[in-house]
Every structure is written in structure tokens, then in C-alpha cells.
């Protein structure tokens, strides 16, 4: 079975590059407390490392 990874949004998008704005959306996130759950590969770890300051990433079992 495939690992899968949880990312909630902790902090605001006001304020931050319209990069990282684009990134977060590209997740899944709108809300802050929101959480996705997505399976672990190259391009999910990229982008919620890219946005790291920003969302809490856990792993899911």
C-alpha cells in the first residue's frame, strides 16, 4: 500500500508570494485548518516543502 501524507493549512495566504498563494491552492487548500490527504511522491514532498511555513505535514499510516 502507498504511503500517504496529511497537509493542513496553519497560516494565512494574505501577504505571501502569489507563488506560494498558487502552490497552497494547487494542494487542495483554501481554508486555514483545512487538510488533505495525499499520497507520498517527488511532487507533493516538493510543494509542501516549497510551502513549508505555511502548512504542518504529517504522515498517515
Known amino acids: 500500500m502507498a504511503k500517504r501524507i496529511r497537509i493542513r493549512l496553519v497560516r494565512s495566504v494574505i501577504g505571501v508570494l502569489p507563488k506560494h498563494r498558487k502552490t497552497v ?16 511522491n517527488p ?16 504522515e498517515i499510516e
Do not use: C, Y
Not at 511532487?43 to 504529517?58: K, Q, W
Open 25 to 40: 491552492r494547487a494542494l487542495g487548500l483554501r481554508k486555514i485548518d483545512q487538510s488533505v490527504e495525499h499520497e507520498v
Open 43 to 58: 511532487a507533493m514532498l516538493g510543494m509542501a516543502h516549497s510551502v513549508s511555513h505555511l502548512v504542518r505535514v504529517e
